[in-house]
């Protein structure tokens, strides 16, 4: 069985830039979440994805925004990339009426 | 909103010495329950988790925590602490009465000494 993968493992980026993070969720698992942790911190809830639909979100500005595919796999695109976005993103999969999560490696993103 | 606390953003302990994580929840209906464990440069890893029944629970690694509603806390121990056992350890909650997004604490790290 696989698990949760991410893409990609490390990135940097520029303030003001766009950026594009990659999921792909555990077989068998249809809802994808997101979250954000910075450094020395817990992750924070960004959103979740069920049925390629916004099924939840977290205290996070419009800017931050994704997609689930037929597939389950999922996106997070973040817009106008500000020096604090700067974190590891962490994805998320589950079933949907299952309320373990299990996680994937993370992205780390630098924003400079 | 739920919201977690752990007591202790870093813990030490000897190698072979009794782990004891501390985590407290705000929520009048009990929330789902879970630790977490995070080695550097890694993801999360599930170490257990309380939904229903047994309020004590046993997980992976020879971790295990109690639920306890009249203290609204959720501790994590061990008997004897391994090296191995070097991670930060997350708490987490999920809403009984929503989906299934997680609201973690702020993370205890845990340095096992020799």
């Known amino acids: 069985e696989t698990g949760v993968t991410q893409s990609p493992t490390h990135l940097i980026k520029t303030r003001g830039q766009q950026v594009t993070l990659r999921c792909s969720s555990q077989?068998?698992?249809?809802?994808v979440s997101w979250y954000q942790q910075a450094l020395g911190q817990g992750p924070q809830f960004i959103f979740q994805?069920?049925?390629?639909?916004?099924?939840g979100r977290g205290n996070f500005p419009p800017r931050f925004s994704g997609l689930q595919f037929p597939n389950y796999s999922s996106e997070l695109n973040v817009n106008a990339l500000e020096l604090d976005d700067s974190a590891l993103y962490l994805c998320?999969?589950?079933?949907?009426?299952?309320?373990?999560?299990?996680f994937g490696p993370g992205t780390r993103l630098l924003v400079l | 909103a739920q919201s977690v606390t752990q007591l202790g953003s870093h813990v030490s302990v000897s190698e072979g010495a009794l782990v004891l994580l501390r985590c407290n929840y705000s929520?009048?209906?009990?929330?789902?329950l879970f630790w977490y464990v995070q080695y550097p440069n890694q993801g999360l890893q599930l170490l257990l988790k309380?939904?229903?029944?047994?309020?004590l629970v046993k997980g992976i690694n020879g971790f295990e925590a109690e639920f306890k509603k009249s203290e609204t806390s959720f501790h994590l121990t061990k008997p004897s602490a391994h090296m191995s056992d070097a991670a930060e350890y997350f708490c987490?909650?999920?809403?009984?009465?929503?989906?299934?997004?997680?609201?973690f604490g702020g993370g205890t790290r845990l340095m096992v000494k020799p």
């Open positions: 998320a999969s589950s079933r949907n009426w299952e309320r373990t999560q299990y």
């Open positions: 077989s068998g698992h249809n809802t």
């Open positions: 994805y069920y049925r390629e639909e916004e099924n």
């Open positions: 929520s009048s209906v009990p929330p789902y």
């Open positions: 309380y939904t229903t029944g047994a309020t």
């Open positions: 987490a909650v999920s809403d009984r009465n929503a989906g299934n997004m997680l609201t």
